[in-house]
Structure formats: structure tokens, C-alpha cells
């Protein structure tokens, strides 16, 4: 089916809000959206203007040639790290420049990038718990603590996603998660499990830092997206005192 101009340009429209709210929920920076969202619109010889905040999206896509303009803003879900959306999108966006993808196959690429299953969740919460084991072996601990570490964060990590599933505040997802695994670790501190039970302590809260937010927050200040840059800051920012609230709790509890 052939479509008007106006058709055309509202679908293309709504396919970049999409494209956009996609990267930003998935963690790109603010750079990686714009370049990206701009790339599909001049595939179709269009123009694209965005205004990108943390928690919405607003797109103005034009064409000099037939004067025609459309405007539309989207509010963008709660943030969750996905890179396979993130480079997924991009190869996409390469794809409708170089091979003159049409419209319908960009969305359908959009639908099978968001049907994209995630890992089994016990494969990450292994993979996950292995790592923070694995930190506290860097930091110098001894099996004892590496197995402290490891219940520690798996215990955690499962508690988060319980919580986030039932759609608690993201903070004090966080916090929680942090008071968990602070307990468990705390606990062998306690009763002195171990030869250096507090490296266990130090490393079972070590898969809640915002690593993600820190360094799109200073990817936005270097490209000069100032306000970007100070909000994702931020969120780092409260993110890591909800850690040292949970790690906090768990000293006074011990007295340690």
C-alpha cells in the first residue's frame, strides 16, 4: 500500500519515538539516541529534531521539499540495561540507510528486537553471584568468603527482582537488595566465619553500583548535553546512597 506524505512522514514519526524510547530505556547515552534516531529519519530524506530528558521524548521530523512537519512526544519507561536492544537498534538503523530499508520492515525489526528473550533468570543470578564471588577473590578473600559473597549476592539479586516485579519505588529496590545481602555478609563479620569475612562484606553489595548511569552521565556532560548529564548523575548518585543506606542498616543491626 502506498502512502500519502502525511501518512508517511506520522508513521516514520511514531517509528523514531519508538526507536528513541527503546535506547533510552536500554541505556544508551543522550548521543547514541539523537545520532541514531537521525540516522533513520534521513534514510526516508527527512529531517529529525529531538528533545531528549530523562523520562520522555519529543521528535519533530520535516521535509523541506514538501514542507510537511510532524511533531509528537513520548513518555519513556523506568530504565533497564539491555545492550542487546542497544546495538541491536543501531545495526538496524544502518541496515535503512544502506540497503533503503522501507518503513513496515523497520518495525518489524523493532517487534522482534522487543521479543528478544533476556537470559534465564537463575542463568543470571548464577552469572551474577559468580562475579561477585569473583571480587571478593580480587579483594583477597579466601573460599569461606568467596561463598559468603556468592549467597550474599545471589540472595540479593533474587530479593531485587522479586521487589521490582511488584513495582516498588527503584530506590528502594535498591536499598533493599543492599540490606539483604549486607545482612548475609554481615552475618559471617558477626560470627567471624572466616579468616577476612569483612572482604565478603566489602564485595556483596558490589553488583548494585550504577556503573551504567555514572558513565552515560559523563558521556552526556562531554557531548555538552549539560541537563542530561546532571540527571543521570544524579540518579548514580541516589542510586549509591540506597546502597549505603542497606550496607548501613546492617553495620547498626551487628554493631560492626
Not at 54 to 59: F, G, I, S
Not at 114 to 135: E, I, N, W
Not at 179 to 190: P, R
Not at 194 to 207: C, D, K, M, Q, R
Request: glycine fraction near 6%.
Amino acid at each position: 500500500m502506498v502512502l500519502s506524505e502525511k501518512d508517511k512522514i506520522n508513521k516514520l514519526c511514531n517509528i523514531l519515538l519508538e526507536v528513541g524510547s527503546l535506547l533510552m530505556e536500554a541505556g544508551a547515552n543522550t548521543f547514541r539516541i539523537r545520532v541514531t534516531v537521525m540516522r533513520i529519519a534521513s534514510a526516508f530524506d527527512y529531517h529529525a529534531e529531538l528533545l531528549i530528558t530523562h523520562r520522555a521524548l519529543m521528535v519533530t521530523v520535516s521535509n523541506e521539499k514538501s514542507n510537511q512537519f510532524f511533531s509528537r512526544l513520548m513518555q519513556t519507561s523506568p530504565h533497564r540495561v539491555n545492550f542487546r536492544i542497544v546495538s541491536g537498534l543501531s545495526r538496524m538503523s544502518w541496515h535503512a540507510v544502506e540497503e533503503k530499508w522501507d518503513l513496515e520492515m523497520i518495525n518489524q525489526e523493532i517487534e522482534r528486537l522487543k521479543s528478544v528473550p533476556h537470559y534465564p533468570r537463575m542463568v543470571t543470578l548464577l552469572m551474577v553471584a559468580l562475579a561477585g564471588a569473583s571480587f571478593c577473590r580480587l579483594f583477597g578473600g579466601e573460599t569461606i568468603e568467596m561463598l559468603v559473597a556468592f549467597t550474599a549476592t545471589f540472595v540479593g539479586l533474587f530479593i531485587r527482582q522479586e521487589v521490582t516485579k511488584r513495582d516498588f519505588n527503584p530506590y528502594l529496590c535498591i536499598f533493599s537488595a543492599a540490606f539483604v545481602s549486607s545482612m548475609i555478609s554481615g552475618l559471617a563479620v558477626y560470627l567471624h566465619i572466616g579468616p577476612n569475612p569483612e572482604y565478603a562484606f566489602a564485595t556483596s553489595v558490589l553488583y548494585l553500583i550504577p556503573g551504567i548511569p555514572l558513565i552515560n552521565s559523563l558521556l552526556d556532560f562531554l557531548d555538552g548535553n549539560i541537563i542530561n548529564g546532571i540527571v543521570r548523575g544524579i540518579n548514580g548518585l541516589i542510586i549509591t546512597f540506597s546502597i549505603a543506606l542497606g550496607l548501613l542498616g546492617a553495620i547498626l543491626i551487628y554493631n560492626i
